[in-house]
T-cell receptor, first 116, second 114 residues
Framework: KQEVTQIPAALSVPEGENLVLNCSFTDSAIYNLQWFRQDPGKGLTSLLLIQSSQREQTSGRLNASLDKSSGRSTLYIAASQPGDSATYLCAVRRGDRGSTLGRLYFGRGTQLTVWP | NAGVMQNPRHLVRRRGQEARLRCSPMKGHSHVYWYRQLPEEGLKFMVYLQKENIIDESGMPKERFSAEFPKEGPSILRIQQVVRGDSAAYFC????????????FGEGSRLTVL
């Protein structure tokens, strides 16, 4: 069974800092890994999608890396801003091609607060 | 191109009543997924549907819960005889189903059972 863990559970930093959020998963047979952002009372916004054959993806100040063999991904946020405050969720999709291909396994998230 | 639309955004029900949650996928998407987020817990997969077919319902409770995605109209998640433990945020996601298909989530429906 796939288990996804995110560390730390919460993080509070001053504006301008560079951050690293960690995600680990127990079953390395994944199809892809997706990072999401969730604001309070809102839905999930997809940030980055990394295919199992890729090592990293970048979008603006965000960079996500994937080490499938060790079951780890990191989300790097450069020059953090108060608007980055949200919960960041990591989710992996199973690697088989069967009916469970659509299922994502989520971590519990890292709650980030960036203060001015 | 409108995103994934869910309604109602908030729903209050008394114990024993029925709750119906609706989800319209993004235009061009034929794959719908339902997830539940309980307070202080992560999102848990419930069911995966394509038009008129349930592909994977292994995450859905065996009793009181059902889901459908008809040929016409939105996907419906139905909870019969609700109990307090059903209080949660229910999220719908859709994808095109193509390989490497990214999932796009709606804003969620927040069910409160009194």
């Amino acid at each position: 069974k796939q288990e996804v863990t995110q560390i730390p559970a919460a993080l509070s930093v001053p504006e301008g800092e560079n951050l690293v959020l960690n995600c680990s998963f127990t079953d390395s047979a994944i199809y892809n890994l997706q990072w999401f952002r969730q604001d309070p009372g809102k839905g999930l916004t997809s940030l980055l999608l990394i295919q199992s054959s890729q090592r990293e993806q970048t979008s603006g100040r965000l960079n996500a890396s994937l080490d499938k063999s060790s079951g780890r991904s990191t989300l790097y946020i450069a020059a953090s801003q108060p608007g980055d405050s949200a919960t960041y969720l990591c989710a992996v999709r199973r690697g088989d091609r069967g009916s469970t291909l659509g299922r994502l396994y989520f971590g519990r998230g890292t709650q980030l607060t960036v203060w001015p | 191109n409108a995103g994934v639309m869910q309604n109602p955004r908030h729903l209050v029900r008394r114990r024993g009543q029925e709750a119906r949650l609706r989800c319209s996928p993004m235009k061009g998407h034929s794959h719908v997924y339902w997830y539940r987020q309980l307070p202080e817990e992560g999102l848990k997969f419930m069911v995966y549907l394509q038009k008129e077919n349930i592909i994977d319902e292994s995450g859905m409770p065996k009793e009181r819960f059902s889901a459908e995605f008809p040929k016409e109209g939105p996907s419906i998640l139905r909870i019969q005889q609700v109990v307090r433990g059903d209080s949660a945020a229910y999220f719908c996601a859709s994808s095109s189903g193509r390989e490497f298909g990214e999932l796009f989530f709606g804003e969620g429906s927040r069910l409160t059972v009194l």
